[in-house]
T-cell receptor
Framework: AQKITQTQPGMFVQEKEAVTLDCTYDTSDPSYGLFWYKQPSSGEMIFLIYQGSYDQQNATEGRYSLNFQKARKSANLVISASQLGDSAMYFCAMREGGTSYDKVIFGPGTSLSVIP | DAGVIQSPRHEVTEMGQEVTLRCKPISGHNSLFWYRQTMMRGLELLIYFNNNVPIDDSGMPEDRFSAKMPNASFSTLKIQPSEPRDSAVYFC???????????FGDGTRLSIL
């Protein structure tokens, strides 16, 4: 069963506008973590932001913020003031459990294109 | 600080040959993950280790794939014999404490002819 769903295979956004990339997840474990990664066309995986299941506030890192709705099991990434360099694949990932040896699995990704 | 180091960056070989991919995790990280990325299947977790011990290898596609971590600074992923459908980008990632993100290597782009 798919544990992480990213329903938008492709997205377009105008430069300088904000964009929201969706991520929903499925787990019965009360302790988990959610990550977002960016993969530009060059191929490297770049960590963007992390949200723990017990964190009281939504995570923010510069232009990235995470809209965490625990009851709905969603962890959407919001990118503000899009730049051309934001064009990339974006992956949502989940760690289940509260130990250092937890599995981390990835969603299918969303391709974001920023239009000048 | 050196990141996760993978070698080779590219590998092209004929089907039936043995392929060995190598990974050096970040010093001090105690978890190591091997992923395979293809257009059709996305990022698949193949196997992961904690303190050099394999924790979950349920993602390893079949017996042709094997992975080892003989010490904290080195891991290998071996395919024997290789087949064209094994062509993919293989990533190694390492991780420290529970809330820390994984750090990925640059990947090995494998082409089996």
């Amino acid at each position: 069963a798919q544990k992480i769903t990213q329903t938008q295979p492709g997205m377009f956004v105008q430069e300088k506008e904000a964009v929201t990339l969706d991520c929903t997840y499925d787990t019965s474990d009360p302790s988990y973590g959610l990550f977002w990664y960016k993969q530009p066309s060059s191929g490297e995986m770049i960590f963007l932001i992390y949200q723990g299941s017990y964190d009281q506030q939504n995570a923010t890192e510069g232009r990235y913020s995470l809209n965490f709705q625990k009851a709905r099991k969603s962890a959407n990434l919001v990118i503000s003031a899009s730049q051309l360099g934001d064009s990339a694949m974006y992956f949502c990932a989940m760690r289940e459990g509260g130990t250092s040896y937890d599995k981390v699995i990835f969603g299918p990704g969303t391709s974001l294109s920023v239009i000048p | 600080d050196a990141g996760v180091i993978q070698s080779p960056r590219h590998e092209v070989t004929e089907m039936g040959q043995e392929v060995t991919l190598r990974c050096k995790p970040i010093s001090g990280h105690n978890s190591l993950f091997w992923y395979r990325q293809t257009m059709m299947r996305g990022l698949e977790l193949l196997i992961y280790f904690n303190n050099n011990v394999p924790i979950d290898d349920s993602g390893m596609p079949e017996d042709r794939f094997s992975a080892k971590m003989p010490n904290a600074s080195f891991s290998t992923l071996k395919i024997q014999p290789s087949e064209p459908r094994d062509s993919a980008v293989y990533f190694c990632a390492s991780k420290g404490q529970v809330n820390q993100p994984q750090h990925f290597g640059d990947g090995t782009r494998l082409s089996i002819l």
